[in-house]
């Protein structure tokens, strides 16, 4: 699974218009094993209180959205 975080560019695009590409990219660069066959599309402001000191990304808490 990937989680894709929108940008104002991306702001009035569809889910499967961001996940598509992702997913093409990957295939096209990675083993058919490794792409990504789930895509989930968050907005920034959800993404607040996920990040250590760091600013790393909790893939625990990411987890837990599946």
């Not at 000191?53 to 837990?64: C, G, V």
């Amino acid at each position: 699974m990937a989680f894709v975080v929108k940008t104002r560019d991306t702001v009035g695009r569809g889910e499967q218009a961001l996940a598509r590409p992702l997913q093409d990219s990957c295939k096209g660069h990675a083993a058919p094993c490794k792409y990504p066959r789930k895509v989930q599309v968050l907005d920034a402001a959800y993404l607040e209180g996920y990040e250590t000191i760091p600013a790393k990304t909790q893939r625990k808490r990411l987890k837990e959205l599946e």
